[in-house]
C-alpha cells in the first residue's frame, strides 16, 4: 500500500521541516547492563540469560561500570553536560520483549545532557556546516528480539503467537536524542544522514560499539514535522522507525516529507503515530497509534543506587578522549595532501576507518584510497552494502596492492582478484595463484602477440613506422586484448615501438 | 477527595493488562485509596528542601567489573516456561506489528 506524494520541489516550496533523531547505541561491553551475561551477537537464542535480565523473582540488578564509562565518554564527545548525580528509572510495559514487565531506563535525570555535533553537508553554496543540538544521551538496557508466527506469515496455519529470544535484553543501549533540528530546508535529509554517520564515526572513534547498522548496534527513529513556515507552530510528528542504514535515513525522511505533504496539501491532519521503514520497497507504513498505552508511569529504580560521577573521574575521561573525528580529518588532509571535497568523499563513503586501516598495512595513502572509493565502493553499491560490510578486509586491499606494486597484477587482474577475495576464495595472493592471475612479463610471448597485433593492423603499423606515435594505442589495445589483460601495457607499449623503430 | 478514582484503576488495570470485574475494581480503588492517604502523609513532615529518598542508605556508584559470568541452561529455562519453540519463548501475539 503506497501513499500518495508530492514532488520533493513542491514540498520544500510550501512547507519547512522539523526533525528530531533518537539514536540508540548498543555498547561493546563483554557483559550486560545489569548482569553477567555475555552480549556476542548471533549465539543461539536464550543461551545468553540469567535470572536478573529473564526477570525472575529476587534477582537483583548491579551496574556495568563500564558501560557507565563509556556513557560519559559519549556524552563528553558530544559537547554534553555530565550530571553529577543522577538516578536510573523504570519504564513500566507490558510486553513480551521485556520479562521483567519494565525497561531500566533514564527518566528525568539523565547522565549527560545540552550537547551538540556539528556536521557538514554539501549544499548549493558550497559545504555547509549545521550544528546539530543533543537534548539528552542516557543509560537503558535492549530488549529481547520477537519472531512473529502465524497470521501473515502464515508459517503454521492459524496459529498467532510469538516467539521470544531474550539474548539480547539486558545488553547496554545509549540513547542520544536531539533536540528538534530546525532551518534545514530541503537539505533535511541529508543533514540528518551526515549526522547519523558523524555519529557513527565519533562512537567507532571512542571504541565504545561496533555501530553496525546491519546487526541493529546502531539503530535510528526518525522524528518529522512539517510546517508551512519557520514562524508557524510546530506541525503533528510521525515517528519512524526501523531505519537501519545511512542511506534509509536519507530515503526515509525525504518519503516522510513528500507523504505529510500530500495529506496536508489535501487538508487531511497528519495522525501522531509510529511508522516503520521499509528499505525493499523504500516507503513508510503506519504502525500503532500514539496512545494512552504509552503511559510508563516512570519511577526511580528502588534497585540501583544513584550514579555519581566525580568531576575527577569525569576530567580523566575527558583527557583520555581520542582526537574529534572532525580534526582527525583536517590533520590527514594535510598529511596526504588532498582537498577538502576530496576528504568528504572519503568520509561519505564511510571510507575512512578502512583507508587508514588499510594504510596501517602498509598501503600508501593514494592507492588506498583508490581502492576504496572506486572499485569497492562500486561494488558496495551494486550489493547495496555499506562499504565496510564487503567481504574484504584492509589487510587483504594493502596485500592486493602490495601484488601490483610488486608488478605482478596490474589494475585490471587486481580487479579480478578483488572478485575472488569478495567470493571466499581466500587471501589475494592465494586468490591470483589459484585464478592463474599474473602479468604476462615474457617478452618473447608478448612479441608473438605484438607480430599479430601488427600482421592484423599494417595501416596502424605504418602509421607509427611514420613517426604517428598516437597510434600505438590501437596495437596495445589489441595486445591487451589477445593476452586477456594480463600483460603490462607499459611494456607492451614499449615492446610496439621498439619493433616498429620508434 | 479520595486519591485515587475508580477510573484511575480502570485505567492502570488496562495498562497492565489486568482484566477486572466491576466489583473488584470498586473494592481496590477503595484498598488503593487508604494506602495512598497513608503514603501521602509523609508529605506533610517533609519540608521542600528535603529531596525525595529513593533509598535508605546514602550510598552512589555501586558498579561491577564487566566481566562475563555463566548464564543459564537453556533448556532448564525454558522448562519454567508455559510454552517453548525452537529454543524460544513462546508467548501469545500481542500487537499485530511485524
Same mark, same amino acid.
Given at each position: ?15 519547512? &521541516?522539523? *526533525? ?129 508466527? %502465524? %497470521? ?7 496459529? $498467532? ?18 533536540? &528538534? ?23 567507532? %572513534? ?75 520497497? %523504500? ?38 578522549? &581520542? ?63 555499506? *562499504? ?44 591470483? $595463484? ?14 608473438? !602477440? ?7 593492423? &599494417?595501416?596502424? !603499423?605504418?602509421?607509427?613506422? $611514420? ?14 586484448? !589477445? ?20 | ?8 484503576? #480502570?485505567?492502570?488495570?488496562?495498562? #497492565? ?5 466491576? =466489583?473488584?475494581?470498586? /473494592?481496590? #480503588?477503595? =484498598? ?33 567489573? /564487566? ?5 543459564? /541452561? ?6 519454567? #516456561? ?17
Amino acid at each position: 500500500m503506497s501513499a500518495p506524494l508530492i514532488d520533493f520541489d513542491e514540498v520544500i516550496a510550501n512547507f519547512d &521541516p522539523v *526533525l528530531g533523531l533518537e539514536v540508540h547505541v548498543e555498547l561493546g561491553t563483554a557483559s550486560k547492563m545489569f548482569c553477567g551475561c555475555a552480549t556476542e551477537f548471533g549465539a543461539e537464542p536464550n543461551t545468553q540469560v540469567c535470572p536478573t535480565c529473564l526477570g525472575l523473582p529476587g534477582s537483583l540488578p548491579v551496574v556495568n561500570g563500564t558501560a557507565v564509562e563509556s556513557a560519559i565518554r559519549i556524552g563528553l564527545a558530544l559537547n554534553c553536560s555530565i550530571a553529577s548525580w543522577c538516578r536510573f528509572a523504570r519504564k513500566n510495559y507490558f510486553y513480551p520483549d521485556m520479562p521483567k514487565n519494565f525497561q531500566t531506563s533514564q527518566y528525568d535525570e539523565p547522565i549527560c545532557f545540552e550537547g551538540y555535533l556539528d556536521v557538514d553537508v554539501e549544499t548549493d553554496e558550497g559545504t555547509r556546516t549545521f550544528r546539530v543540538e543533543i537534548e539528552r544521551a542516557h543509560m537503558e538496557e535492549d530488549t529481547g528480539k520477537s519472531l512473529h508466527v %502465524g %497470521g501473515s506469515t502464515g508459517r503454521i496455519h492459524g496459529a $498467532d503467537f510469538s516467539l521470544v529470544d531474550y539474548n539480547r535484553a539486558g545488553i547496554p543501549l545509549i540513547e542520544i536524542v536531539t533536540k &528538534p533540528l530546525e532551518g534545514a530546508g530541503k537539505y533535511a535529509p541529508e543533514v540528518a544522514k551526515a549526522y547519523v554517520g558523524a555519529l557513527r564515526d565519533l562512537l567507532r %572513534g571512542l571504541g565504545v560499539s561496533d555501530v553496525k547498522m546491519e546487526q541493529g548496534s546502531l539503530r535510528c527513529d526518525v522524528n518529522l514535522s512539517l510546517r508551512t513556515s519557520p514562524d508557524a507552530p510546530l506541525g503533528t510528528r510521525t515517528e519512524t522507525k526501523n531505519v537501519n542504514s545511512l542511506r534509509s535515513v536519507e530515503r526515509a525522511i525525504r518519503y516522510e516529507m513528500q507523504r505529510q505533504a500530500a495529506l496536508l496539501t489535501d487538508g487531511t491532519a497528519i495522525i501522531q503515530e509510529t511508522r516503520h521503514w521499509h528499505e525493499d520497497t %523504500g516507503v513508510t507504513t503506519s504502525g500503532r497509534v500514539k496512545s494512552d498505552a504509552e503511559d510508563y508511569r516512570y519511577f526511580p529504580e528502588p534497585d540501583l543506587v544513584p550514579v555519581a560521577p566525580s568531576a575527577e573521574w569525569i576530567e580523566q575521561l575527558r583527557s583520555q578522549l &581520542p582526537e574529534p573525528p572532525a580534526e582527525r580529518s583536517k590533520r590527514l588532509r594535510e598529511e596526504w595532501g588532498i582537498s577538502e571535497k576530496e576528504m568528504q568523499s572519503v568520509i561519505n563513503a564511510g571510507a575512512l576507518d578502512l583507508v587508514l586501516a588499510t594504510i596501517a598495512e602498509g598501503a600508501d595513502p593514494a592507492a588506498s584510497r583508490k581502492w576504496w572509493l572506486g572499485e569497492l565502493a562500486r561494488r558496495a553499491n551494486d550489493e547495496g552494502v555499506e *562499504l565496510e560490510s564487503l567481504a574484504i578486509t584492509a589487510k587483504q586491499v594493502a596485500d592486493l596492492e602490495g601484488l601490483v606494486q610488486s608488478g605482478r597484477l596490474n589494475d585490471k587482474l587486481a580487479r579480478q582478484v578483488i572478485d575472488g577475495v569478495l567470493a571466499g576464495e581466500g587471501e589475494p595472493a592465494a586468490v591470483a $595463484d589459484s585464478r592463474g592471475l599474473q602479468i604476462v612479463s615474457d617478452d618473447s610471448a608478448l612479441l608473438e !602477440a605484438i607480430t599479430a597485433a601488427i600482421e592484423a593492423d &599494417p595501416d596502424a !603499423a605504418q602509421k607509427i613506422r $611514420d613517426g604517428k606515435v598516437a597510434a600505438t594505442g590501437a596495437l596495445v589495445g589489441s595486445v591487451m586484448k !589477445a593476452t586477456k589483460g594480463q600483460a603490462d601495457a607499459a611494456r607492451v607499449r614499449e615492446l610496439v615501438l621498439q619493433e616498429l623503430g620508434q | 477527595m479520595s486519591a485515587i478514582s475508580r477510573d484511575d484503576v #480502570a485505567h492502570l488495570a488496562s495498562l #497492565a493488562r489486568i482484566e477486572l470485574t466491576e =466489583q473488584e475494581l470498586n /473494592d481496590y #480503588a477503595g =484498598q488503593l485509596d487508604v494506602i495512598l492517604t497513608a503514603v501521602a502523609s509523609i508529605s506533610e513532615v517533609a519540608a521542600d528542601d528535603i529531596p525525595p529518598t529513593t533509598h535508605a542508605v546514602p550510598v552512589v556508584n555501586v558498579f561491577r567489573d /564487566d566481566v562475563v559470568t555463566p548464564s543459564l /541452561d537453556r533448556d532448564s529455562v525454558l522448562d519454567h #516456561a508455559p510454552a517453548a519453540e525452537d529454543g524460544r519463548f513462546r508467548v501469545p501475539r500481542i500487537l499485530d506489528e511485524e
